[in-house]
Nanobody, 125 residues
Framework: HVQLVESGGGSVQAGGSLRLSCGIS????????MAWFRQAHGKEREGIAS????????YYADSVKGRFSISQENHWTTLYLQMNSLQSEDSAMYYC??????????????????WGQGTQVTVSF
């Protein structure tokens, strides 16, 4: 089974940047949708970005479009989320997720069966 381990979270001032990483191992299917979700305290889990391992399938939530960028490295052993112009409303636990299909653009948490443990991002004024 796919195993996902996030890192790179932390505290940053508003307007700053962070890059989250997700170490990936245990691929068993030929195609995966890889995605980043986040969940703020008391809110539902929100899908914010996705990328298909076969290429394409790049989607961003409106809340992060133009500020965040998803990418991969080392033949899909690492997934990144570059976050720029961070705002207080970006504070949340961030999760890496995977499911063995091409990304549909729906970014629904219930479609993803593999999750990392999460990494906390806190943005302050």
């Amino acid at each position: 089974h796919v195993q996902l381990v996030e890192s790179g979270g932390g505290s940053v001032q508003a307007g700053g940047s962070l890059r989250l990483s997700c170490g990936i191992s245990g691929y068993t299917y030929s195609m995966y949708c890889m995605a980043w979700f986040r969940q703020a305290h008391g809110k539902e889990r929100e899908g914010i970005a996705s990328l298909s391992t076969g290429g394409g399938g790049i989607y961003y939530a409106d809340s992060v479009k133009g500020r965040f960028s998803i990418s991969q490295e080392n033949h899909w052993t690492t997934l990144y989320l570059q976050m720029n112009s961070l705002q207080s409303e970006d504070s949340a636990m961030y999760y890496c997720a995977a499911h063995p299909h091409y990304c549909s653009g729906q970014l629904r948490a219930d479609e993803f069966g593999y999750w990392g443990q999460g990494t906390q991002v806190t943005v302050s004024f």
